[in-house]
């Protein structure tokens, strides 16, 4: 069975659900709302990050004094809300090829 992204989603998250569905094979209701949650975040996070390159990290506030803008705030939310919701779907992400110096063998 072919499983479409969610219409909700954005052109980025799309294409990300549809590589997941099909790299891990994830068919089961669950398993595509937690993928769902994933994605919506993971537009969240980049809506954030659109904000923050135009605007900067640091805003006036009404007084005239920097402080952090608030959509910085939203970029780490909906990254550790991304990363969960693939935690929760057990994928691990592990680089293709070592990093770093060989591990000692004992």
Not at 85 to 97: C, D, G, H, Q, R
Request: proline residues 8%; hydrophobic residues 45%.
């Amino acid at each position: 069975m072919r499983h479409l992204p969610p219409k909700s989603l954005g052109p980025e998250s799309k294409k990300l659900w549809t590589a997941i569905v099909r790299e891990y094979r994830i068919d089961d209701p669950a398993g595509l709302v937690t993928l769902q949650v994933a994605c919506q975040a993971y537009d969240r996070f980049l809506e954030a990050q659109a904000i923050l390159d135009k605007e900067g990290l640091v805003v006036e506030d009404r007084t005239g004094k920097p402080k952090q803008h608030p959509a910085t705030f939203i970029e780490r939310d909906a990254r550790t809300a991304f990363l969960r919701a693939l935690s929760a779907l057990n994928l691990a992400v592990a680089p293709a090829e070592a990093v770093g110096a060989p591990l000692a063998k004992y």
